[in-house]
C-alpha cells in the first residue's frame, strides 16, 4: 500500500486525504495546530468546487448545509446599480454558487478522514525530496509527501526555495453577524479604494466582508473602523455593522504569491495557497484547492511522476490568480477619475459578456 504524508489539515490538505484513501491509499496528515477549526467566515463554493466535491463523495452533503448563492451585482457607495448579474444565465450555463460557513466544510471534510490519520499539533520543520517529512517529533517517510500547508509553507521551500508572498495593497476584515432583519443574496460595493460586500449563510446569519487599502501590518480598531469607514454607505450596510459584535470582526492583510516555477520536486507536491495562493476577489482559493486535491490524488495513483500533475494544475491556476489579481487591483483604485471610469465601464458592461467570461474558471470538470 502507497503511503502518503499529507502536510497542513485544512481544506485543500483534507481533501487530499479523502481522494487518496478513497484509491486505497495510506495517508497521515500533519497538522500544526492543536485542533482542526475555521476561524469565523463565510465561503462561497463555485460550480467546479462542487463538482470536485461529488468526485470526493462529499458534495450532497456540503449542499445540504449551504444555500444556493444569487448576487444583486456591484454597486457604488450611494447605492447606485454597475453592474448587475444575470442570475438565471448563470445558473443555466453553470450551475449557481452555494454559501455556508468555512468551518462547516472543514467538519464535513475531517469527517470523512478516519480518525487515526489526522495528527494534531504537530509542526514540521523539513522536507526531503526522497520523502522524508521532519517535524517537532521525529521523521516519517511517505510515496508522496503533499505540502497543503498554506502561504508560508514550510514544504514549498523544498519545491522552489524562499520565495516570498507578496503584499497586495489592501487588508480586509470579516465578521459574521446575526442581522435584526432576514437579508437577502450576495451584495457588493465598490468605493474608492474600499469595498463592502454580505451574502447570507444557511442559517440566517450574514457574512460581511471589506477592504481598505493600508499599508501592510495596518492594526486598526476593528469594528469601529469599519463604522468610519463604510457607516454612511447605503442600507443595509450601517445595519449590519450596528449588529456585529466587536469581539467578531477579523482582520488580516491579503498577500499572493508570485507564480512558481513549478509544483513538483520528485515525491513533493504543492498544493492550495502553499502552490498558488491568490486574493480572494473570484472566490476561488478554496476551489482551486479542492481541484488540485482530486488531480493530484488521481495522478499520483496512475504514475509515480508527479510532472503531469503539475502540467495539470499550474497554468489554470496561475491564470485564475493572474485574473483575481487583476480585479482587485481595479476594485481598489482610489484617483477619483479613475473610479469614475471603472464605474462607467462597469455600467456599459452587457450582463451577457460577464456570463461568458467566466466560463474559463466555471467550465472545469474532472
Known amino acids: 500500500m502507497s503511503k502518503a504524508v499529507i502536510v497542513g489539515g485544512g481544506i485543500g490538505g483534507l481533501a487530499t486525504a479523502i481522494a487518496l484513501s478513497r484509491r486505497g491509499w495510506d495517508i497521515e ?48 457607495d450611494r447605492g447606485r446599480l454597475l453592474s448587475r448579474t444575470d442570475v438565471a444565465a448563470i445558473r443555466d450555463r453553470y450551475g449557481l454558487p452555494i454559501m455556508l460557513h468555512r468551518a462547516d466544510l472543514l467538519e464535513i471534510l475531517r469527517a470523512a478522514v478516519p480518525e487515526t490519520a489526522v495528527r494534531t499539533g504537530i509542526s514540521v520543520t523539513g522536507v526531503a525530496a526522497d520523502g522524508v517529512v521532519t517535524h ?29 508572498p507578496k503584499y ?78 466587536p469581539a467578531a470582526v477579523l482582520q488580516h492583510d491579503i498577500y499572493e504569491l508570485p507564480p512558481l516555477p513549478t509544483y513538483v520536486s520528485g515525491r513533493i507536491a504543492l ?48 491564470m485564475i490568480a493572474a485574473r483575481s489579481g487583476r480585479i482587485g487591483v481595479v476594485a481598489q483604485w482610489s484617483w477619483r477619475p479613475a473610479v469614475a471610469v471603472r464605474n462607467t465601464v462597469l455600467r456599459l458592461v452587457p450582463a451577457s459578456a460577464q456570463v461568458g467570461a467566466l466560463g474559463t474558471v466555471l467550465d472545469w470538470t474532472c
Open 271 to 318: 498544493l492550495g495557497d502553499a502552490a498558488h495562493a491568490m486574493t480572494p476577489n473570484l472566490g476561488q482559493g478554496a476551489c482551486q484547492a479542492l481541484e488540485d486535491a482530486v488531480i493530484l490524488a488521481r495522478v499520483a495513483d496512475e504514475d509515480v511522476d508527479l510532472t503531469r500533475y503539475d502540467r495539470e494544475r499550474r497554468p489554470r491556476t496561475r
Open 29 to 76: 496528515v500533519l497538522e500544526r495546530a492543536a485542533r482542526i477549526e475555521a476561524l469565523g467566515a463565510g465561503l462561497s463554493l463555485w460550480p467546479n468546487a462542487l463538482r470536485a466535491l461529488d468526485a470526493l463523495g462529499v458534495g450532497g452533503e456540503v449542499r445540504s448545509r449551504a444555500r444556493e448563492e444569487g448576487s444583486a451585482g456591484i454597486r457604488d
Open 136 to 164: 517537532a517529533t521525529g521523521e516519517v517517510t511517505g510515496d508522496l509527501i503533499v505540502g497543503a500547508d498554506g502561504i508560508h509553507s514550510v514544504v514549498r521551500r523544498a519545491v522552489c526555495g524562499d520565495i516570498a
Open 168 to 245: 497586495a495593497g489592501y487588508t480586509a476584515w470579516r465578521v459574521v453577524l446575526a442581522p435584526t432583519e432576514p437579508m437577502g443574496d450576495l451584495g457588493e460595493t465598490w468605493g474608492r479604494g474600499e469595498r463592502f460586500g454580505f451574502a447570507a449563510l444557511p442559517d440566517g446569519r450574514v457574512y460581511c466582508f471589506a477592504t481598505a487599502n493600508l499599508p501592510a501590518g495596518t492594526e486598526t480598531d476593528g469594528l469601529a473602523e469599519l463604522r468610519r469607514r463604510f457607516g454612511d454607505w447605503h442600507d443595509p450596510i450601517p445595519a449590519l455593522l450596528a449588529a456585529a459584535d
